[in-house]
């Protein structure tokens, strides 16, 4: 399998030789409101799409695009826009409707688990955050990806660590995960998205797993930068974890 991360967790994944975009996030920067009253007060996104990547070639042979939940730096006006309509979208069930109201054709709300060809896809929960801001931000879904020849494959969500994602280790016991982390945090409350030492948790609780860190310096209420999690994944001998640049692709 075949990761590349293009931004924030817009990844473009090749498993089972199927061509996935994940949570497509595509509007150029600076051109969506910033998250208000938080210490970056930057419009989003914060970066630009790599420069070698075009969007004709993204969208062109895509079999698949896969939506974690419909926050718009998970799936914006533009990917709306310029994504096509007939392939299949995976999603969680409560995102049916906008997902129709956009056009899409062929949504593929995962219950508990859909069989796609040779590959199974299983829906994961966990908490976007505590307390009422948790509430407030809506359900959520990671998913873990199966198939014959491949990795098991876990795709966190935007997510805390919390038992949900215990749960799924320990069930699944991935071989690759990739984690939504940032540290995201409005002006009130505990952050909304995994922090360095809920990354810890997870590699404790995985050691089988390598471990892809996304999420990061794209949206302006994200305050863990790369090299902060780089110096505390260091301290803590987490070799296992990577940070990947927006660009970057890891084969496993």
């Known amino acids: 399998m075949k990761i590349e991360l293009l931004r924030h967790a817009t990844c473009l994944i090749i498993f089972k030789n199927k061509k996935i975009l994940l949570d497509p996030m595509l509007s150029p920067s600076g051109t ?42 998970h799936f914006d006006n533009t990917a709306v826009a310029i994504l096509p309509k007939a392939i299949p979208l995976f999603c969680q069930p409560e995102d049916v409707p906008k997902i129709q109201n956009a056009g ?40 873990v990806l199966k198939a014959p020849g491949e990795p098991v494959f876990y795709i966190t969500g935007d997510s805390i660590w919390c038992p949900e994602i215990r749960y799924t280790l320990q069930t699944h016991r991935p071989e690759v995960i990739i984690c939504f982390a940032g540290a995201a945090q409005f002006h009130e409350g505990d952050p909304i998205t995994m922090t360095a030492e809920d990354i810890f948790q997870v590699s404790q609780n995985a050691p089988q797993a390598k471990i892809v860190i996304v999420h990061m310096e794209a949206w302006n209420h994200c305050r863990l930068s790369r090299k902060k999690l780089q110096t505390f994944l260091k301290l803590n001998s987490l070799t296992r974890v990577a940070v990947p640049e927006n660009g970057d692709c890891l084969i496993f």
């Open 104 to 143: 899409f054709m062929n949504p593929q709300p995962v219950v508990e688990n859909s069989h796609w060809g040779d590959i199974t896809i299983f829906r994961t929960t966990g908490q976007h955050g505590t307390g009422e801001i948790g509430r407030k931000m809506g359900p959520i879904s990671g998913f």
């Open 32 to 73: 969506l409101p910033a998250i208000p009253q938080v210490p970056n007060s930057s419009m989003n996104p914060l970066a630009d799409l790599p420069g070698n990547v075009d969007l004709g070639d993204l969208i062109s042979g895509l079999h698949a695009i896969l939506v974690t939940h419909t926050h718009q730096d």
